[in-house]
């Protein structure tokens, strides 16, 4: 999520990001922060993941390049877990991985052209032994994907597509297909189709999103997203949703 205090623009301007899994080409301009604070939760075939508070803090580098680090508090229950059990037998709870991230758009047609970017994301372990409890991944981890945009009128087209290359899992995929609209100066509307898959993409977990963007303030937007799981595999996803709020902070332009 994003807080700016300053600079903001007057109209909606639909794209990627959070509240969604996909990301865009996009960046927050120079000298402007996106601050997203946000609970998160997904469940899957085998357990439930919370992460909350879930922080997520970019940094506008220059007109092309953004700086990013994430991370959350994590809870976590196995799935075999009796229903409504919040002991420490069955829900623990640790700081997640940090997440560090440079996404530079290195092709910039303008508003009504297309962007492209590149975001390598580097997920290193906290010294919190998060991994060694089973809350977090074991890391390191780097995810490298590509992403790319078209804007036609009020809707935004994008595709994002990369690796993930794993400490301790074979190496995964992964795409996202998501449609940005602007319904009016405040309100976004979102959906997408998001996934992974390690050998061949008809065994990709994948999940349909839907979500919303609403400005509150010229310097908070409300951010929600929700969406279940399209596959049922051993280990694949069945929900996911994202409520939060983005802090626009910053003097240079948007």
Partial sequence: MALMLMGIATSAQPQGGPP???????????????????????????????????????????DRIQLKYETGFLFVRADDAPAGSNDDRHWRGDLDNSLFGVKW?????GDEGIKASVYPQLEVENPTHSVQRGIAAP?????????????????????????VLLRDEPDRWLFGLLAASA?????????????????????????????????????????????????HGSDSTRFVAYLGIQLLLGSGKR
């Fill in 20 to 62: 969604m899994l996909t990301d865009d080409p996009d960046t927050p301009g120079p000298g402007n922060w996106e601050i997203n604070t946000a609970f998160m939760a997904e469940r899957s075939t085998n357990e439930h993941v919370r992460s909350f508070p879930h922080i997520d803090v970019n940094y506008g580098l220059g």
């Fill in 105 to 109: 758009r290195y092709f910039d047609g």
């Fill in 139 to 163: 890391a390191p981890s780097l995810l490298v994907p590509l992403e790319i945009s078209k804007r036609f009128g009020s809707i935004q087209l994008v595709a994002e597509f990369g690796r």
């Fill in 183 to 231: 319904v009016n100066e405040d309100t976004e509307l979102l959906a997408e189709l998001h996934g992974s898959f390690a050998s061949g993409l008809s065994k990709a977990d994948t999940v349909l999103n839907i979500g919303l963007r609403q400005r509150l303030t010229h310097k908070l937007r409300l951010l929600a997203a929700a969406g279940p799981g399209i596959n």
